[in-house]
Nanobody, 123 residues
Framework: QVQLVESGGGLVQAGGSLRLSCAAS????????MGWFRQAPGKEREFVAT????????YYADSVRGRFTISRDNAKSTVFLQMNNLKPEDTAVYYC????????????????WGQGTQVTVSS
C-alpha cells in the first residue's frame, strides 16, 4: 500500500517562506512522477506543481511560478515544495500525490494522495 505523509505546514506572514516535505513508501518512489495540489475552503482542489521521476522536468501553476520550487530526493523517497514570497491567497491545505502520468495538472492523473498539511499566510 502506497503511503504519502506531508509535513512542514504552518502559519507564516505574507512574504515569508515555508518548505513542505512529502515522504513516500509502499512502492519504488523513483519510478513515478510526483505532484503538489492545494485546496482552500469552499474551493476545488487545484494543481500547484509536478516533477518527473528523475527530477529534471517540472511544471507549475501560473499562480506560483517563480515563487515555488518542487524538487525530489529519490534516495530518501521524498518530494519537497519550497514556497517563497508567500501571499494570503496561498492559504490552503496542501496535498502531495503520485501517479503514472507526467505531466498532469488534473487530480485524475494521480492515484495516491497524502492527508494534507495546512498552510496559513497572514497579511
Amino acid at each position: 500500500q502506497v503511503q504519502l505523509v506531508e509535513s512542514g505546514g504552518g502559519l507564516v506572514q505574507a512574504g515569508g517562506s515555508l518548505r513542505l516535505s512529502c515522504a513516500a513508501s509502499g512502492r519504488t518512489f523513483s519510478d513515478y512522477p510526483m505532484g503538489w495540489f492545494r485546496q482552500a475552503p469552499g474551493k476545488e482542489r487545484e494543481f500547484v506543481a509536478t516533477i518527473n521521476w528523475r527530477g529534471d522536468s517540472t511544471y507549475y501553476a501560473d499562480s506560483v511560478r517563480g515563487r515555488f520550487t518542487i524538487s525530489r530526493d529519490n534516495a530518501k523517497s521524498t518530494v519537497f515544495l519550497q514556497m517563497n514570497n508567500l501571499k494570503p491567497e496561498d492559504t490552503a491545505v496542501y496535498y502531495c500525490a503520485t501517479g503514472p502520468r507526467f505531466p498532469s495538472g488534473s487530480p485524475r492523473g494521480y492515484d495516491y494522495w497524502g492527508q494534507g498539511t495546512q498552510v496559513t499566510v497572514s497579511s
